[in-house]
């Protein structure tokens, strides 16, 4: 197939294309569909190049258009001519393929909640395209998106989303006027997997009831079916979290397809180039050194121990506490004890043959490096952070 996408520099244009470009080169192999041809256009674009792309396309998604202008006149110009002039190229070389529309939830609001030229635009350009269809039996898809956020958002722009996270990595001031505002947000990569699902006819269909997508079979719109609302308060909160982790070490919960996830992947991608690498607090003595790496709310926490030659470290049990050692280079030796016992387990470990050892409650522990040259180096998981007022750490040899 022959794509064609319009507005392809924008937010959205850049990463539909990106996951276009992994399919066409075979580097993502989810998808069913086989992509030859990408064409990109935009307003820096030859517009005589137009005419051979709608020559050629077999799916043409139209992505470009005006939400910032100069002047308001420019809304109906961008948003509703440029769609006039792909339609009437598309009529003009008799290409029928589908074509899908990048619309807005303000057109949803026009007639009946409020009127504004953005939105008015929007509405005359869905307008155009069922017109379009039903002239020419083109199948059309119009989707209205919510507020949109993801990496390559430009901010200051027209996403607070993108402002946030650009201001609060770079250490710049915010405004919240009202932190109880609740914003309805759609994440790119939930945008671009519908995309895709509609270059393969798998379309989510909808009617719209106002603001309110109502999902149909047949329904005149189609949809994105993953969006979240979130207030204000909410963003800036779970921004100022991850902005704190560097020092902190707790990597916020970001449950599976869950706002906070998709925010902290945006966050990052706003990072300025001094902040990507951040210092972690090496405690060294002569046998070596103990460096915690992550915590997590209820995930325990994770650190590396690095064991000189010869040295052993440990000789200590918990109560409740049970930790993974993990030996990732080198050569040593674990030993733990039930207490009040004399019965020793022993297993032999190597940066090699790469295995995790519970550390076991009521069980004294510790390990040796074995080699005389080597460092033992051991990445370690504890159930739990650890708190000095309950540390839950009793000395006692092996």
């Known amino acids: 197939m022959n794509i064609l996408v319009t507005g392809s520099a924008g937010f959205v244009g850049k990463n539909l294309v990106a996951a276009l470009a992994n399919i066409r080169d075979g580097k993502d192999r989810t998808r069913t569909v086989q992509i030859d041809e990408i064409y990109e256009y935009d307003v ?27 002047d308001t006149a420019e809304f109906m110009a961008g948003n509703f001519g440029f769609a006039s002039t792909l339609l009437d190229t598309l009529k003009k070389h008799q290409n029928i393929c589908p074509i899908m529309l990048s619309s807005s939830i303000q057109a949803s609001l026009i007639g009946r909640y409020a009127e504004g030229d953005y939105g008015k635009s929007k509405k005359a350009g869905e307008e155009l395209f069922f017109e379009y269809a039903s002239q020419t039996g083109a199948k059309v898809l119009v989707y209205r998106f919510p507020n ?11 996403s607070a989303v993108a402002t946030f996270c650009h201001n609060i990595a770079n250490d ?17 990569d939930d945008l671009v997997a519908e995309m ?16 309110t997508v109502v999902p149909q079979a047949t329904g005149r719109y189609a949809y994105v079916p993953t969006t979240h609302r979130v207030t204000l308060g909410e963003i800036v909160d ?29 966050y990052l991608s706003y990072l300025p180039k001094e902040k990507v690498a951040f ?31 010869g040295i052993t470290k440990g000789q200590h049990w918990h109560h409740s506490k049970w930790e993974f050692f993990i030996v990732v280079s080198g050569h040593g030796l674990i030993q733990e004890r039930k207490i009040g016992t004399d019965e020793v387990l022993e297993f032999e470990v190597s940066g090699d043959k790469i295995e995790a050892i519970h ?21 370690m998981w504890a159930n739990e952070a650890f708190d000095p007022a309950k540390p839950d750490t009793f000395g006692e040899n092996v």
């Not at 001031?173 to 759609?186: C, F, K, N, W, Y």
């Not at 895709?196 to 009617?207: N, Q, R, S």
């Open 279 to 309: 210092p972690l607090k090496m405690n060294c003595d002569a046998r070596g050194s103990f460096t915690e790496l992550l915590r997590s709310k209820n995930c325990g926490q994770v650190s590396v121990n690095i064991s000189k030659p």
């Open 238 to 266: 779970l921004l100022e979290e991850f902005k704190a982790q560097p020092q902190t070490l707790v990597v916020p919960e970001i449950p599976y397809n869950s706002f906070a996830k998709k925010l902290y992947s945006t």
């Open 44 to 70: 820096d674009t030859d517009p005589a190049l137009l005419d051979g792309f709608c020559a050629n396309a077999d799916f043409v998604f139209n992505l470009a258009g005006v939400n910032r202008p100069k």
């Open 359 to 379: 550390m076991l409650p009521g069980y004294t522990h510790n390990i040796i490096n074995l080699s005389d040259s080597e460092d033992l180096v051991t990445v």
């Open 148 to 158: 949109l956020f993801g990496k390559w958002c430009r901010p200051n722009y027209n």
């Open 196 to 211: 895709l699902d509609a270059l393969e006819g798998k379309a989510h269909a909808c009617e719209f009831d106002g603001l």
């Open 172 to 188: 710049l001031p915010i405004t919240v006027s009202d932190r109880a505002v609740e914003l309805e947000l759609l994440y790119i």
